[in-house]
């Protein structure tokens, strides 16, 4: 998982300083009656669109990762009796990564909300420069923060695979010493 989300975060993180950049240029063009067609303008919320979708797929994806690795977790520990410090890991994961997710998610669609807000409203575009500023940091945050948590999560899940390994080898050991102990012994 950590690979892809890497290059998923890369992706994502272009496209946001893109388009962030594209912004720049479309508030210099001229626009209204008498003037050329906003090419950039047109553009940028085009892009915008997309940006802000694809932010909430990178976001959701690991969210999901989450979800379905902690709920394997719980059910390994219990089946195997791990110790329940495992599964608790696996949550406070799941936990960290869930506050970045979402404000990313937020920020994202704030920006986006008061860029139409901008565009369609005549909102002082300030707000969106504003709001896509911060959302565009954060997201570059919560990439980092993510990948570190998704690095954790992928260890503690070795863990868990190593262990889950090492006790059905063990059963299985048991249960060949227990048959050829049958095998050896006369019924009775």
């Known amino acids: 998982m950590h690979r892809i989300f890497l290059r998923l975060a890369v992706a994502n993180g272009?496209?946001?300083?893109?388009?962030?950049?594209?912004?720049?240029?479309?508030?210099?063009?001229?626009?209204?009656?008498?003037?050329?067609?906003?090419?950039?303008?047109?553009?940028?919320?085009?892009?915008?669109?997309?940006?802000?979708?694809?932010?909430?797929?990178?976001?959701?994806?690991?969210?999901?990762?989450?979800?379905?690795?902690?709920?394997?977790?719980?059910e390994v520990v219990e089946v195997y009796e791990m110790p329940e410090w495992v599964a608790a890991q696996s949550k406070a994961n799941k936990k960290k990564a869930f506050r970045f997710e979402f404000y990313s998610m937020a920020l994202i669609g704030a920006a986006a909300w008061l860029g139409a807000g901008a565009d369609a409203q005549g909102l002082d575009p300030t707000w969106h420069l504003a709001a896509t500023s911060t959302a565009v940091a954060f997201n570059f945050a919560a990439?980092?923060?993510?990948?570190?948590?998704?690095?954790?999560?992928?260890?503690?899940?070795?863990?868990?695979?190593?262990?889950?390994?090492?006790q059905r080898e063990a059963r299985r050991a048991q249960n060949q010493r227990e048959e050829e102990a049958a095998v050896e012994s006369p019924a009775g």
């Open 14 to 74: 272009t496209l946001l300083v893109a388009l962030f950049v594209m912004g720049l240029f479309a508030s210099a063009e001229p626009r209204g009656q008498g003037h050329p067609p906003a090419v950039w303008h047109g553009t940028h919320v085009l892009l915008g669109v997309f940006a802000t979708m694809f932010t909430l797929l990178v976001h959701s994806i690991v969210y999901t990762y989450f979800l379905g690795t902690n709920k394997w977790v719980k």
């Open 143 to 166: 990439f980092f923060a993510e990948y570190a948590v998704i690095i954790a999560q992928a260890r503690l899940l070795l863990e868990v695979k190593a262990r889950a390994d090492q």
